[in-house]
């Protein structure tokens, strides 16, 4: 079993539709999660960041952990054509010293039709 | 503010040939820095990464090698690429004194490697 799986998709919805993207993970260690965006040819850029469980949310963007099911969420609410990217979740351990690893899915195509 | 710088943006190489990517941080000291390589369809592929000038850690055996001549430089090299070294590659760096912060990683814009 990998230590994290994210469906990768592609999956297209028309625009203002609501998004639910989606990654579980096996390391019960992992207290670090993460959502990515990434643009066609572009490097990933921090979209979300959450420590430990729970929601947060930003603009039209939450980002939900639930520890007890190990399972992560990424919801896009009234989504746009600019929001057609691939997303990455990606996760780590705390550490105790060295260098903080991620983990990463492997990314869900996006498209939002217009 | 903190920014990342990556070259070449493209690159397109034949077999046998030598690579060197560079990689270069600005605005931050002593950051942790990464190498990863994203193929379609596997996601991301940590390479390398340092915690300090000339600490190097390899995280899969393969063609590459990577050095850290300065605090804020990372370099990709390879001596003879393979077609299978085809791939993009991306730099990233943390904030390595902030506690809550080490685990948010910052990419560069990417090299695209095309090996023929």
């Known amino acids: 079993q990998k230590e994290v799986e994210q469906d990768p998709g592609p999956l297209s919805v028309p625009e203002g539709a609501i998004v639910s993207l989606n990654c579980t993970y096996s390391?019960?260690?992992?207290?670090?999660f993460m959502w990515y965006r990434q643009y066609s040819r572009k490097g990933p850029e921090l979209l979300m960041y959450t420590y430990s469980s729970g929601n947060k949310e930003d603009g039209r963007f939450t980002a939900q952990v639930d520890k007890s099911s190990k399972y992560i969420s990424l919801f896009i609410r009234d989504s746009q054509p600019s929001d057609s990217a691939t997303y990455l979740c990606a996760m780590s351990e705390v550490s105790q010293g060295g260098s903080e690893k991620l983990v990463f899915g492997k990314g869900m195509k996006l498209t939002v039709n217009p | 503010s903190q920014t990342i710088h990556q070259w070449p943006a493209t690159l397109v190489q034949p077999v046998g040939s030598p690579l060197s990517l560079e990689c270069t941080v600005e605005g931050t000291s002593n950051p942790n820095l990464y190498w990863y390589r994203q193929a379609a369809g596997r996601g991301l592929q940590l390479l390398f990464y340092?915690?300090?000038?000339?600490?190097i850690s390899s995280e899969v055996p393969q063609n590459l090698s990577a050095s850290r001549p300065q605090d804020r430089q990372f370099i990709l090299s390879s001596k003879k690429l393979l077609l299978s070294d085809s791939g993009f590659y991306l730099c990233a760096w943390t904030n390595s004194r902030v506690y809550l912060a080490k685990n948010i990683q910052y990419f560069g814009a990417g090299t695209r490697l095309s090996v023929l």
């Open positions: 340092s915690v300090g000038i000339g600490q």
């Open positions: 390391n019960s260690a992992f207290q670090y």
